[in-house]
């Protein structure tokens, strides 16, 4: 569709500019490894701020507490402080104490819990307890991919059969432009829905539906497969199920939902939250560099990348916006939030609690693609982190993305080469 957009030069120049503006007027224009970690462009100078003064609470290293039991970290959790995982606001390597595994039981569709574990395997412990299992991993060459088995001992020592456990490792996606994605109404993505594929492109889309913190119903829109609806629930959640660390029901108990007394306080969670909703997208490399951009984003478009990569979204207007600046923004995040069909190659045994399908990825957003190495010295894309290059997450591309994954691979070098460069300077 956009890429029949470039009419006049003039036109599409000023395309071009707007797409390098990947956050609208919140861009910023580093391109530095500190890039994810800057605050969206055009905060009041008191949201300014708040994003300074909760930015600490993200890199808060938590310890076990003697208040009650169970207090502070722990006792089983994944790492100790969200920075930790999220190392610069970037994308986690695929190593233990930066990414966690996922696990189910494969009978009956992956979304039965492991008993005694969960949906999620911590490997670590406070001092005095033990971690619920060990976990090693391996990379297997596959026709010049590569993929990971892995290996899961128990702490009473029980290796886990794989046909019966399914296990997903993930790493940390990269923390940019979050409270933007937040403000695309519902009614917008919806609207890419096509669970029949009644158009026909062989490109259907799901909606994920779940419920937010308080019960609501809301379309998931974080995590890989989407299960998170809000930015708030996504916290919660990293509290609880990462670090061992109980969160507050609500603003006006320092309880949990079961009445005990949490972990830490509502100013520390909702603090936290708003530094991850308060931080900006970085701008294109490319300043108008219309030639590059216009053939790129030509052949991203011709190959239906952009039929779940959506290119520009429009946030909505919400009066209680975290800040204003987020509201009726244009952005170039390139996803439908939906998730997708992705094909065997990708689906990974476990569908959490049910709310998407073992092979089901929520279209992954593609802004700041390029600074990937930059901000982490180190490259691994996909869920886990198995795709060394760009290329080769491209290839592990099936199910419904088969037919674009094709039409890349039989592409001319010199289209190839414009795709990649265009996607490079994301
Ligand atoms: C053990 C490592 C780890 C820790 C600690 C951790 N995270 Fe994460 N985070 C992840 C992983 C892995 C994902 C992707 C999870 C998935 O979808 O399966 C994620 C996803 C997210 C997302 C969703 C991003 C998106 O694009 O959908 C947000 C927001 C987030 N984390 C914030 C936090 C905050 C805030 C904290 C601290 C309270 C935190 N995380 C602690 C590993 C971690
Ligand atoms: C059917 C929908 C669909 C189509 C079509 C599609 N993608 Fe994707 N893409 C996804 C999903 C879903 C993921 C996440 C998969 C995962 O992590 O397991 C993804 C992941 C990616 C990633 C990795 C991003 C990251 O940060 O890990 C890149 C790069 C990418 N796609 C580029 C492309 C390009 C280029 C095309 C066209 C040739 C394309 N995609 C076509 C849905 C699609």
Not at 67 to 88: I, M
Request: proline residues 5%; charged residues 25%.
């Amino acid at each position: 569709m956009l890429g029949s957009v470039f009419f006049s030069p003039l036109q599409a120049k000023r395309l071009v500019e707007s797409m390098q503006l990947a956050g609208g007027s919140t861009t910023i224009f580093s391109r530095s490894f500190a890039a994810f970690e800057l605050p969206a462009e055009g905060l009041t100078d008191q949201e300014l701020k708040r994003h300074m003064d909760t930015d600490p609470l993200f890199d808060r290293s938590h310890i076990p507490l003697n208040d009650h039991k169970n207090a502070g970290l722990g006792p089983l959790h994944n790492a100790k402080s969200c920075s930790a995982c999220h190392v610069l606001n970037g994308r986690g390597r695929a190593v233990l104490g930066e990414s966690l595994f996922r696990i189910s039981l494969n009978k009956d569709k992956g979304d039965k819990p492991v008993p005694g574990m969960g949906f999620q395997l911590q490997d670590r412990a406070t001092f005095g307890y033990e971690p619920e299992a060990s976990v090693v991993r391996e990379w297997i060459e596959k026709e010049k991919l590569r993929k990971l088995q892995t290996t899961i001992t128990t702490s009473d020592g029980k290796v886990l059969p794989s046909d019966d456990v399914a296990r997903s490792l993930r790493i940390p996606p990269p923390l940019i432009g979050l409270g933007l994605l937040e403000a695309i109404p519902e009614k917008d993505i919806l609207m890419n829905e096509d669970i029949n594929d009644e158009n026909n492109d062989g490109i259907s889309g799901k909606a994920v539906h779940t419920k937010d913190e308080n019960g609501i119903d809301r379309l998931g829109r974080f995590g890989w497969k989407a299960t998170s609806a809000t930015l708030h629930q996504q916290t919660v959640d990293a509290y609880n199920e990462d670090m061992g660390i109980t969160t507050p029901a609500g603003p006006d108990t320092n309880k949990t939902k079961d009445g005990m007394p949490a972990d830490i306080s509502w100013e520390e969670l909702d603090g936290v939250t708003y530094y991850s909703q308060t931080l900006a997208a970085p701008a294109t490399a490319q300043k108008a560099d219309t030639q590059l951009v216009r053939a790129g984003f030509k052949v991203f478009n011709e190959l239906k990348c952009a039929s779940c990569h959506i290119a520009k979204q429009q946030t909505g207007f919400n009066s209680d916006a975290v800040a204003g600046v987020i509201n009726n923004q244009t952005i170039w995040p390139y996803t439908d939030l939906l998730v997708h069909d992705m094909g065997p190659e990708l689906d990974d045994g476990v569908a959490e609690h049910g709310l998407s399908e073992t092979f089901e990825w929520r279209t992954t957003p593609l802004w700041g693609l390029g600074l990937t190495k930059r901000v982490n010295h180190y490259v691994g894309f996909l869920h886990d982190g198995r795709a060394r290059t760009i290329d080769e997450a491209i290839l592990w591309h099936g199910g419904e993305a088969e037919e674009s994954k094709n039409q890349y691979v039989s592409l001319n070098s010199a289209k190839k080469s414009q795709l990649l460069k265009w996607l490079k300077q994301l």
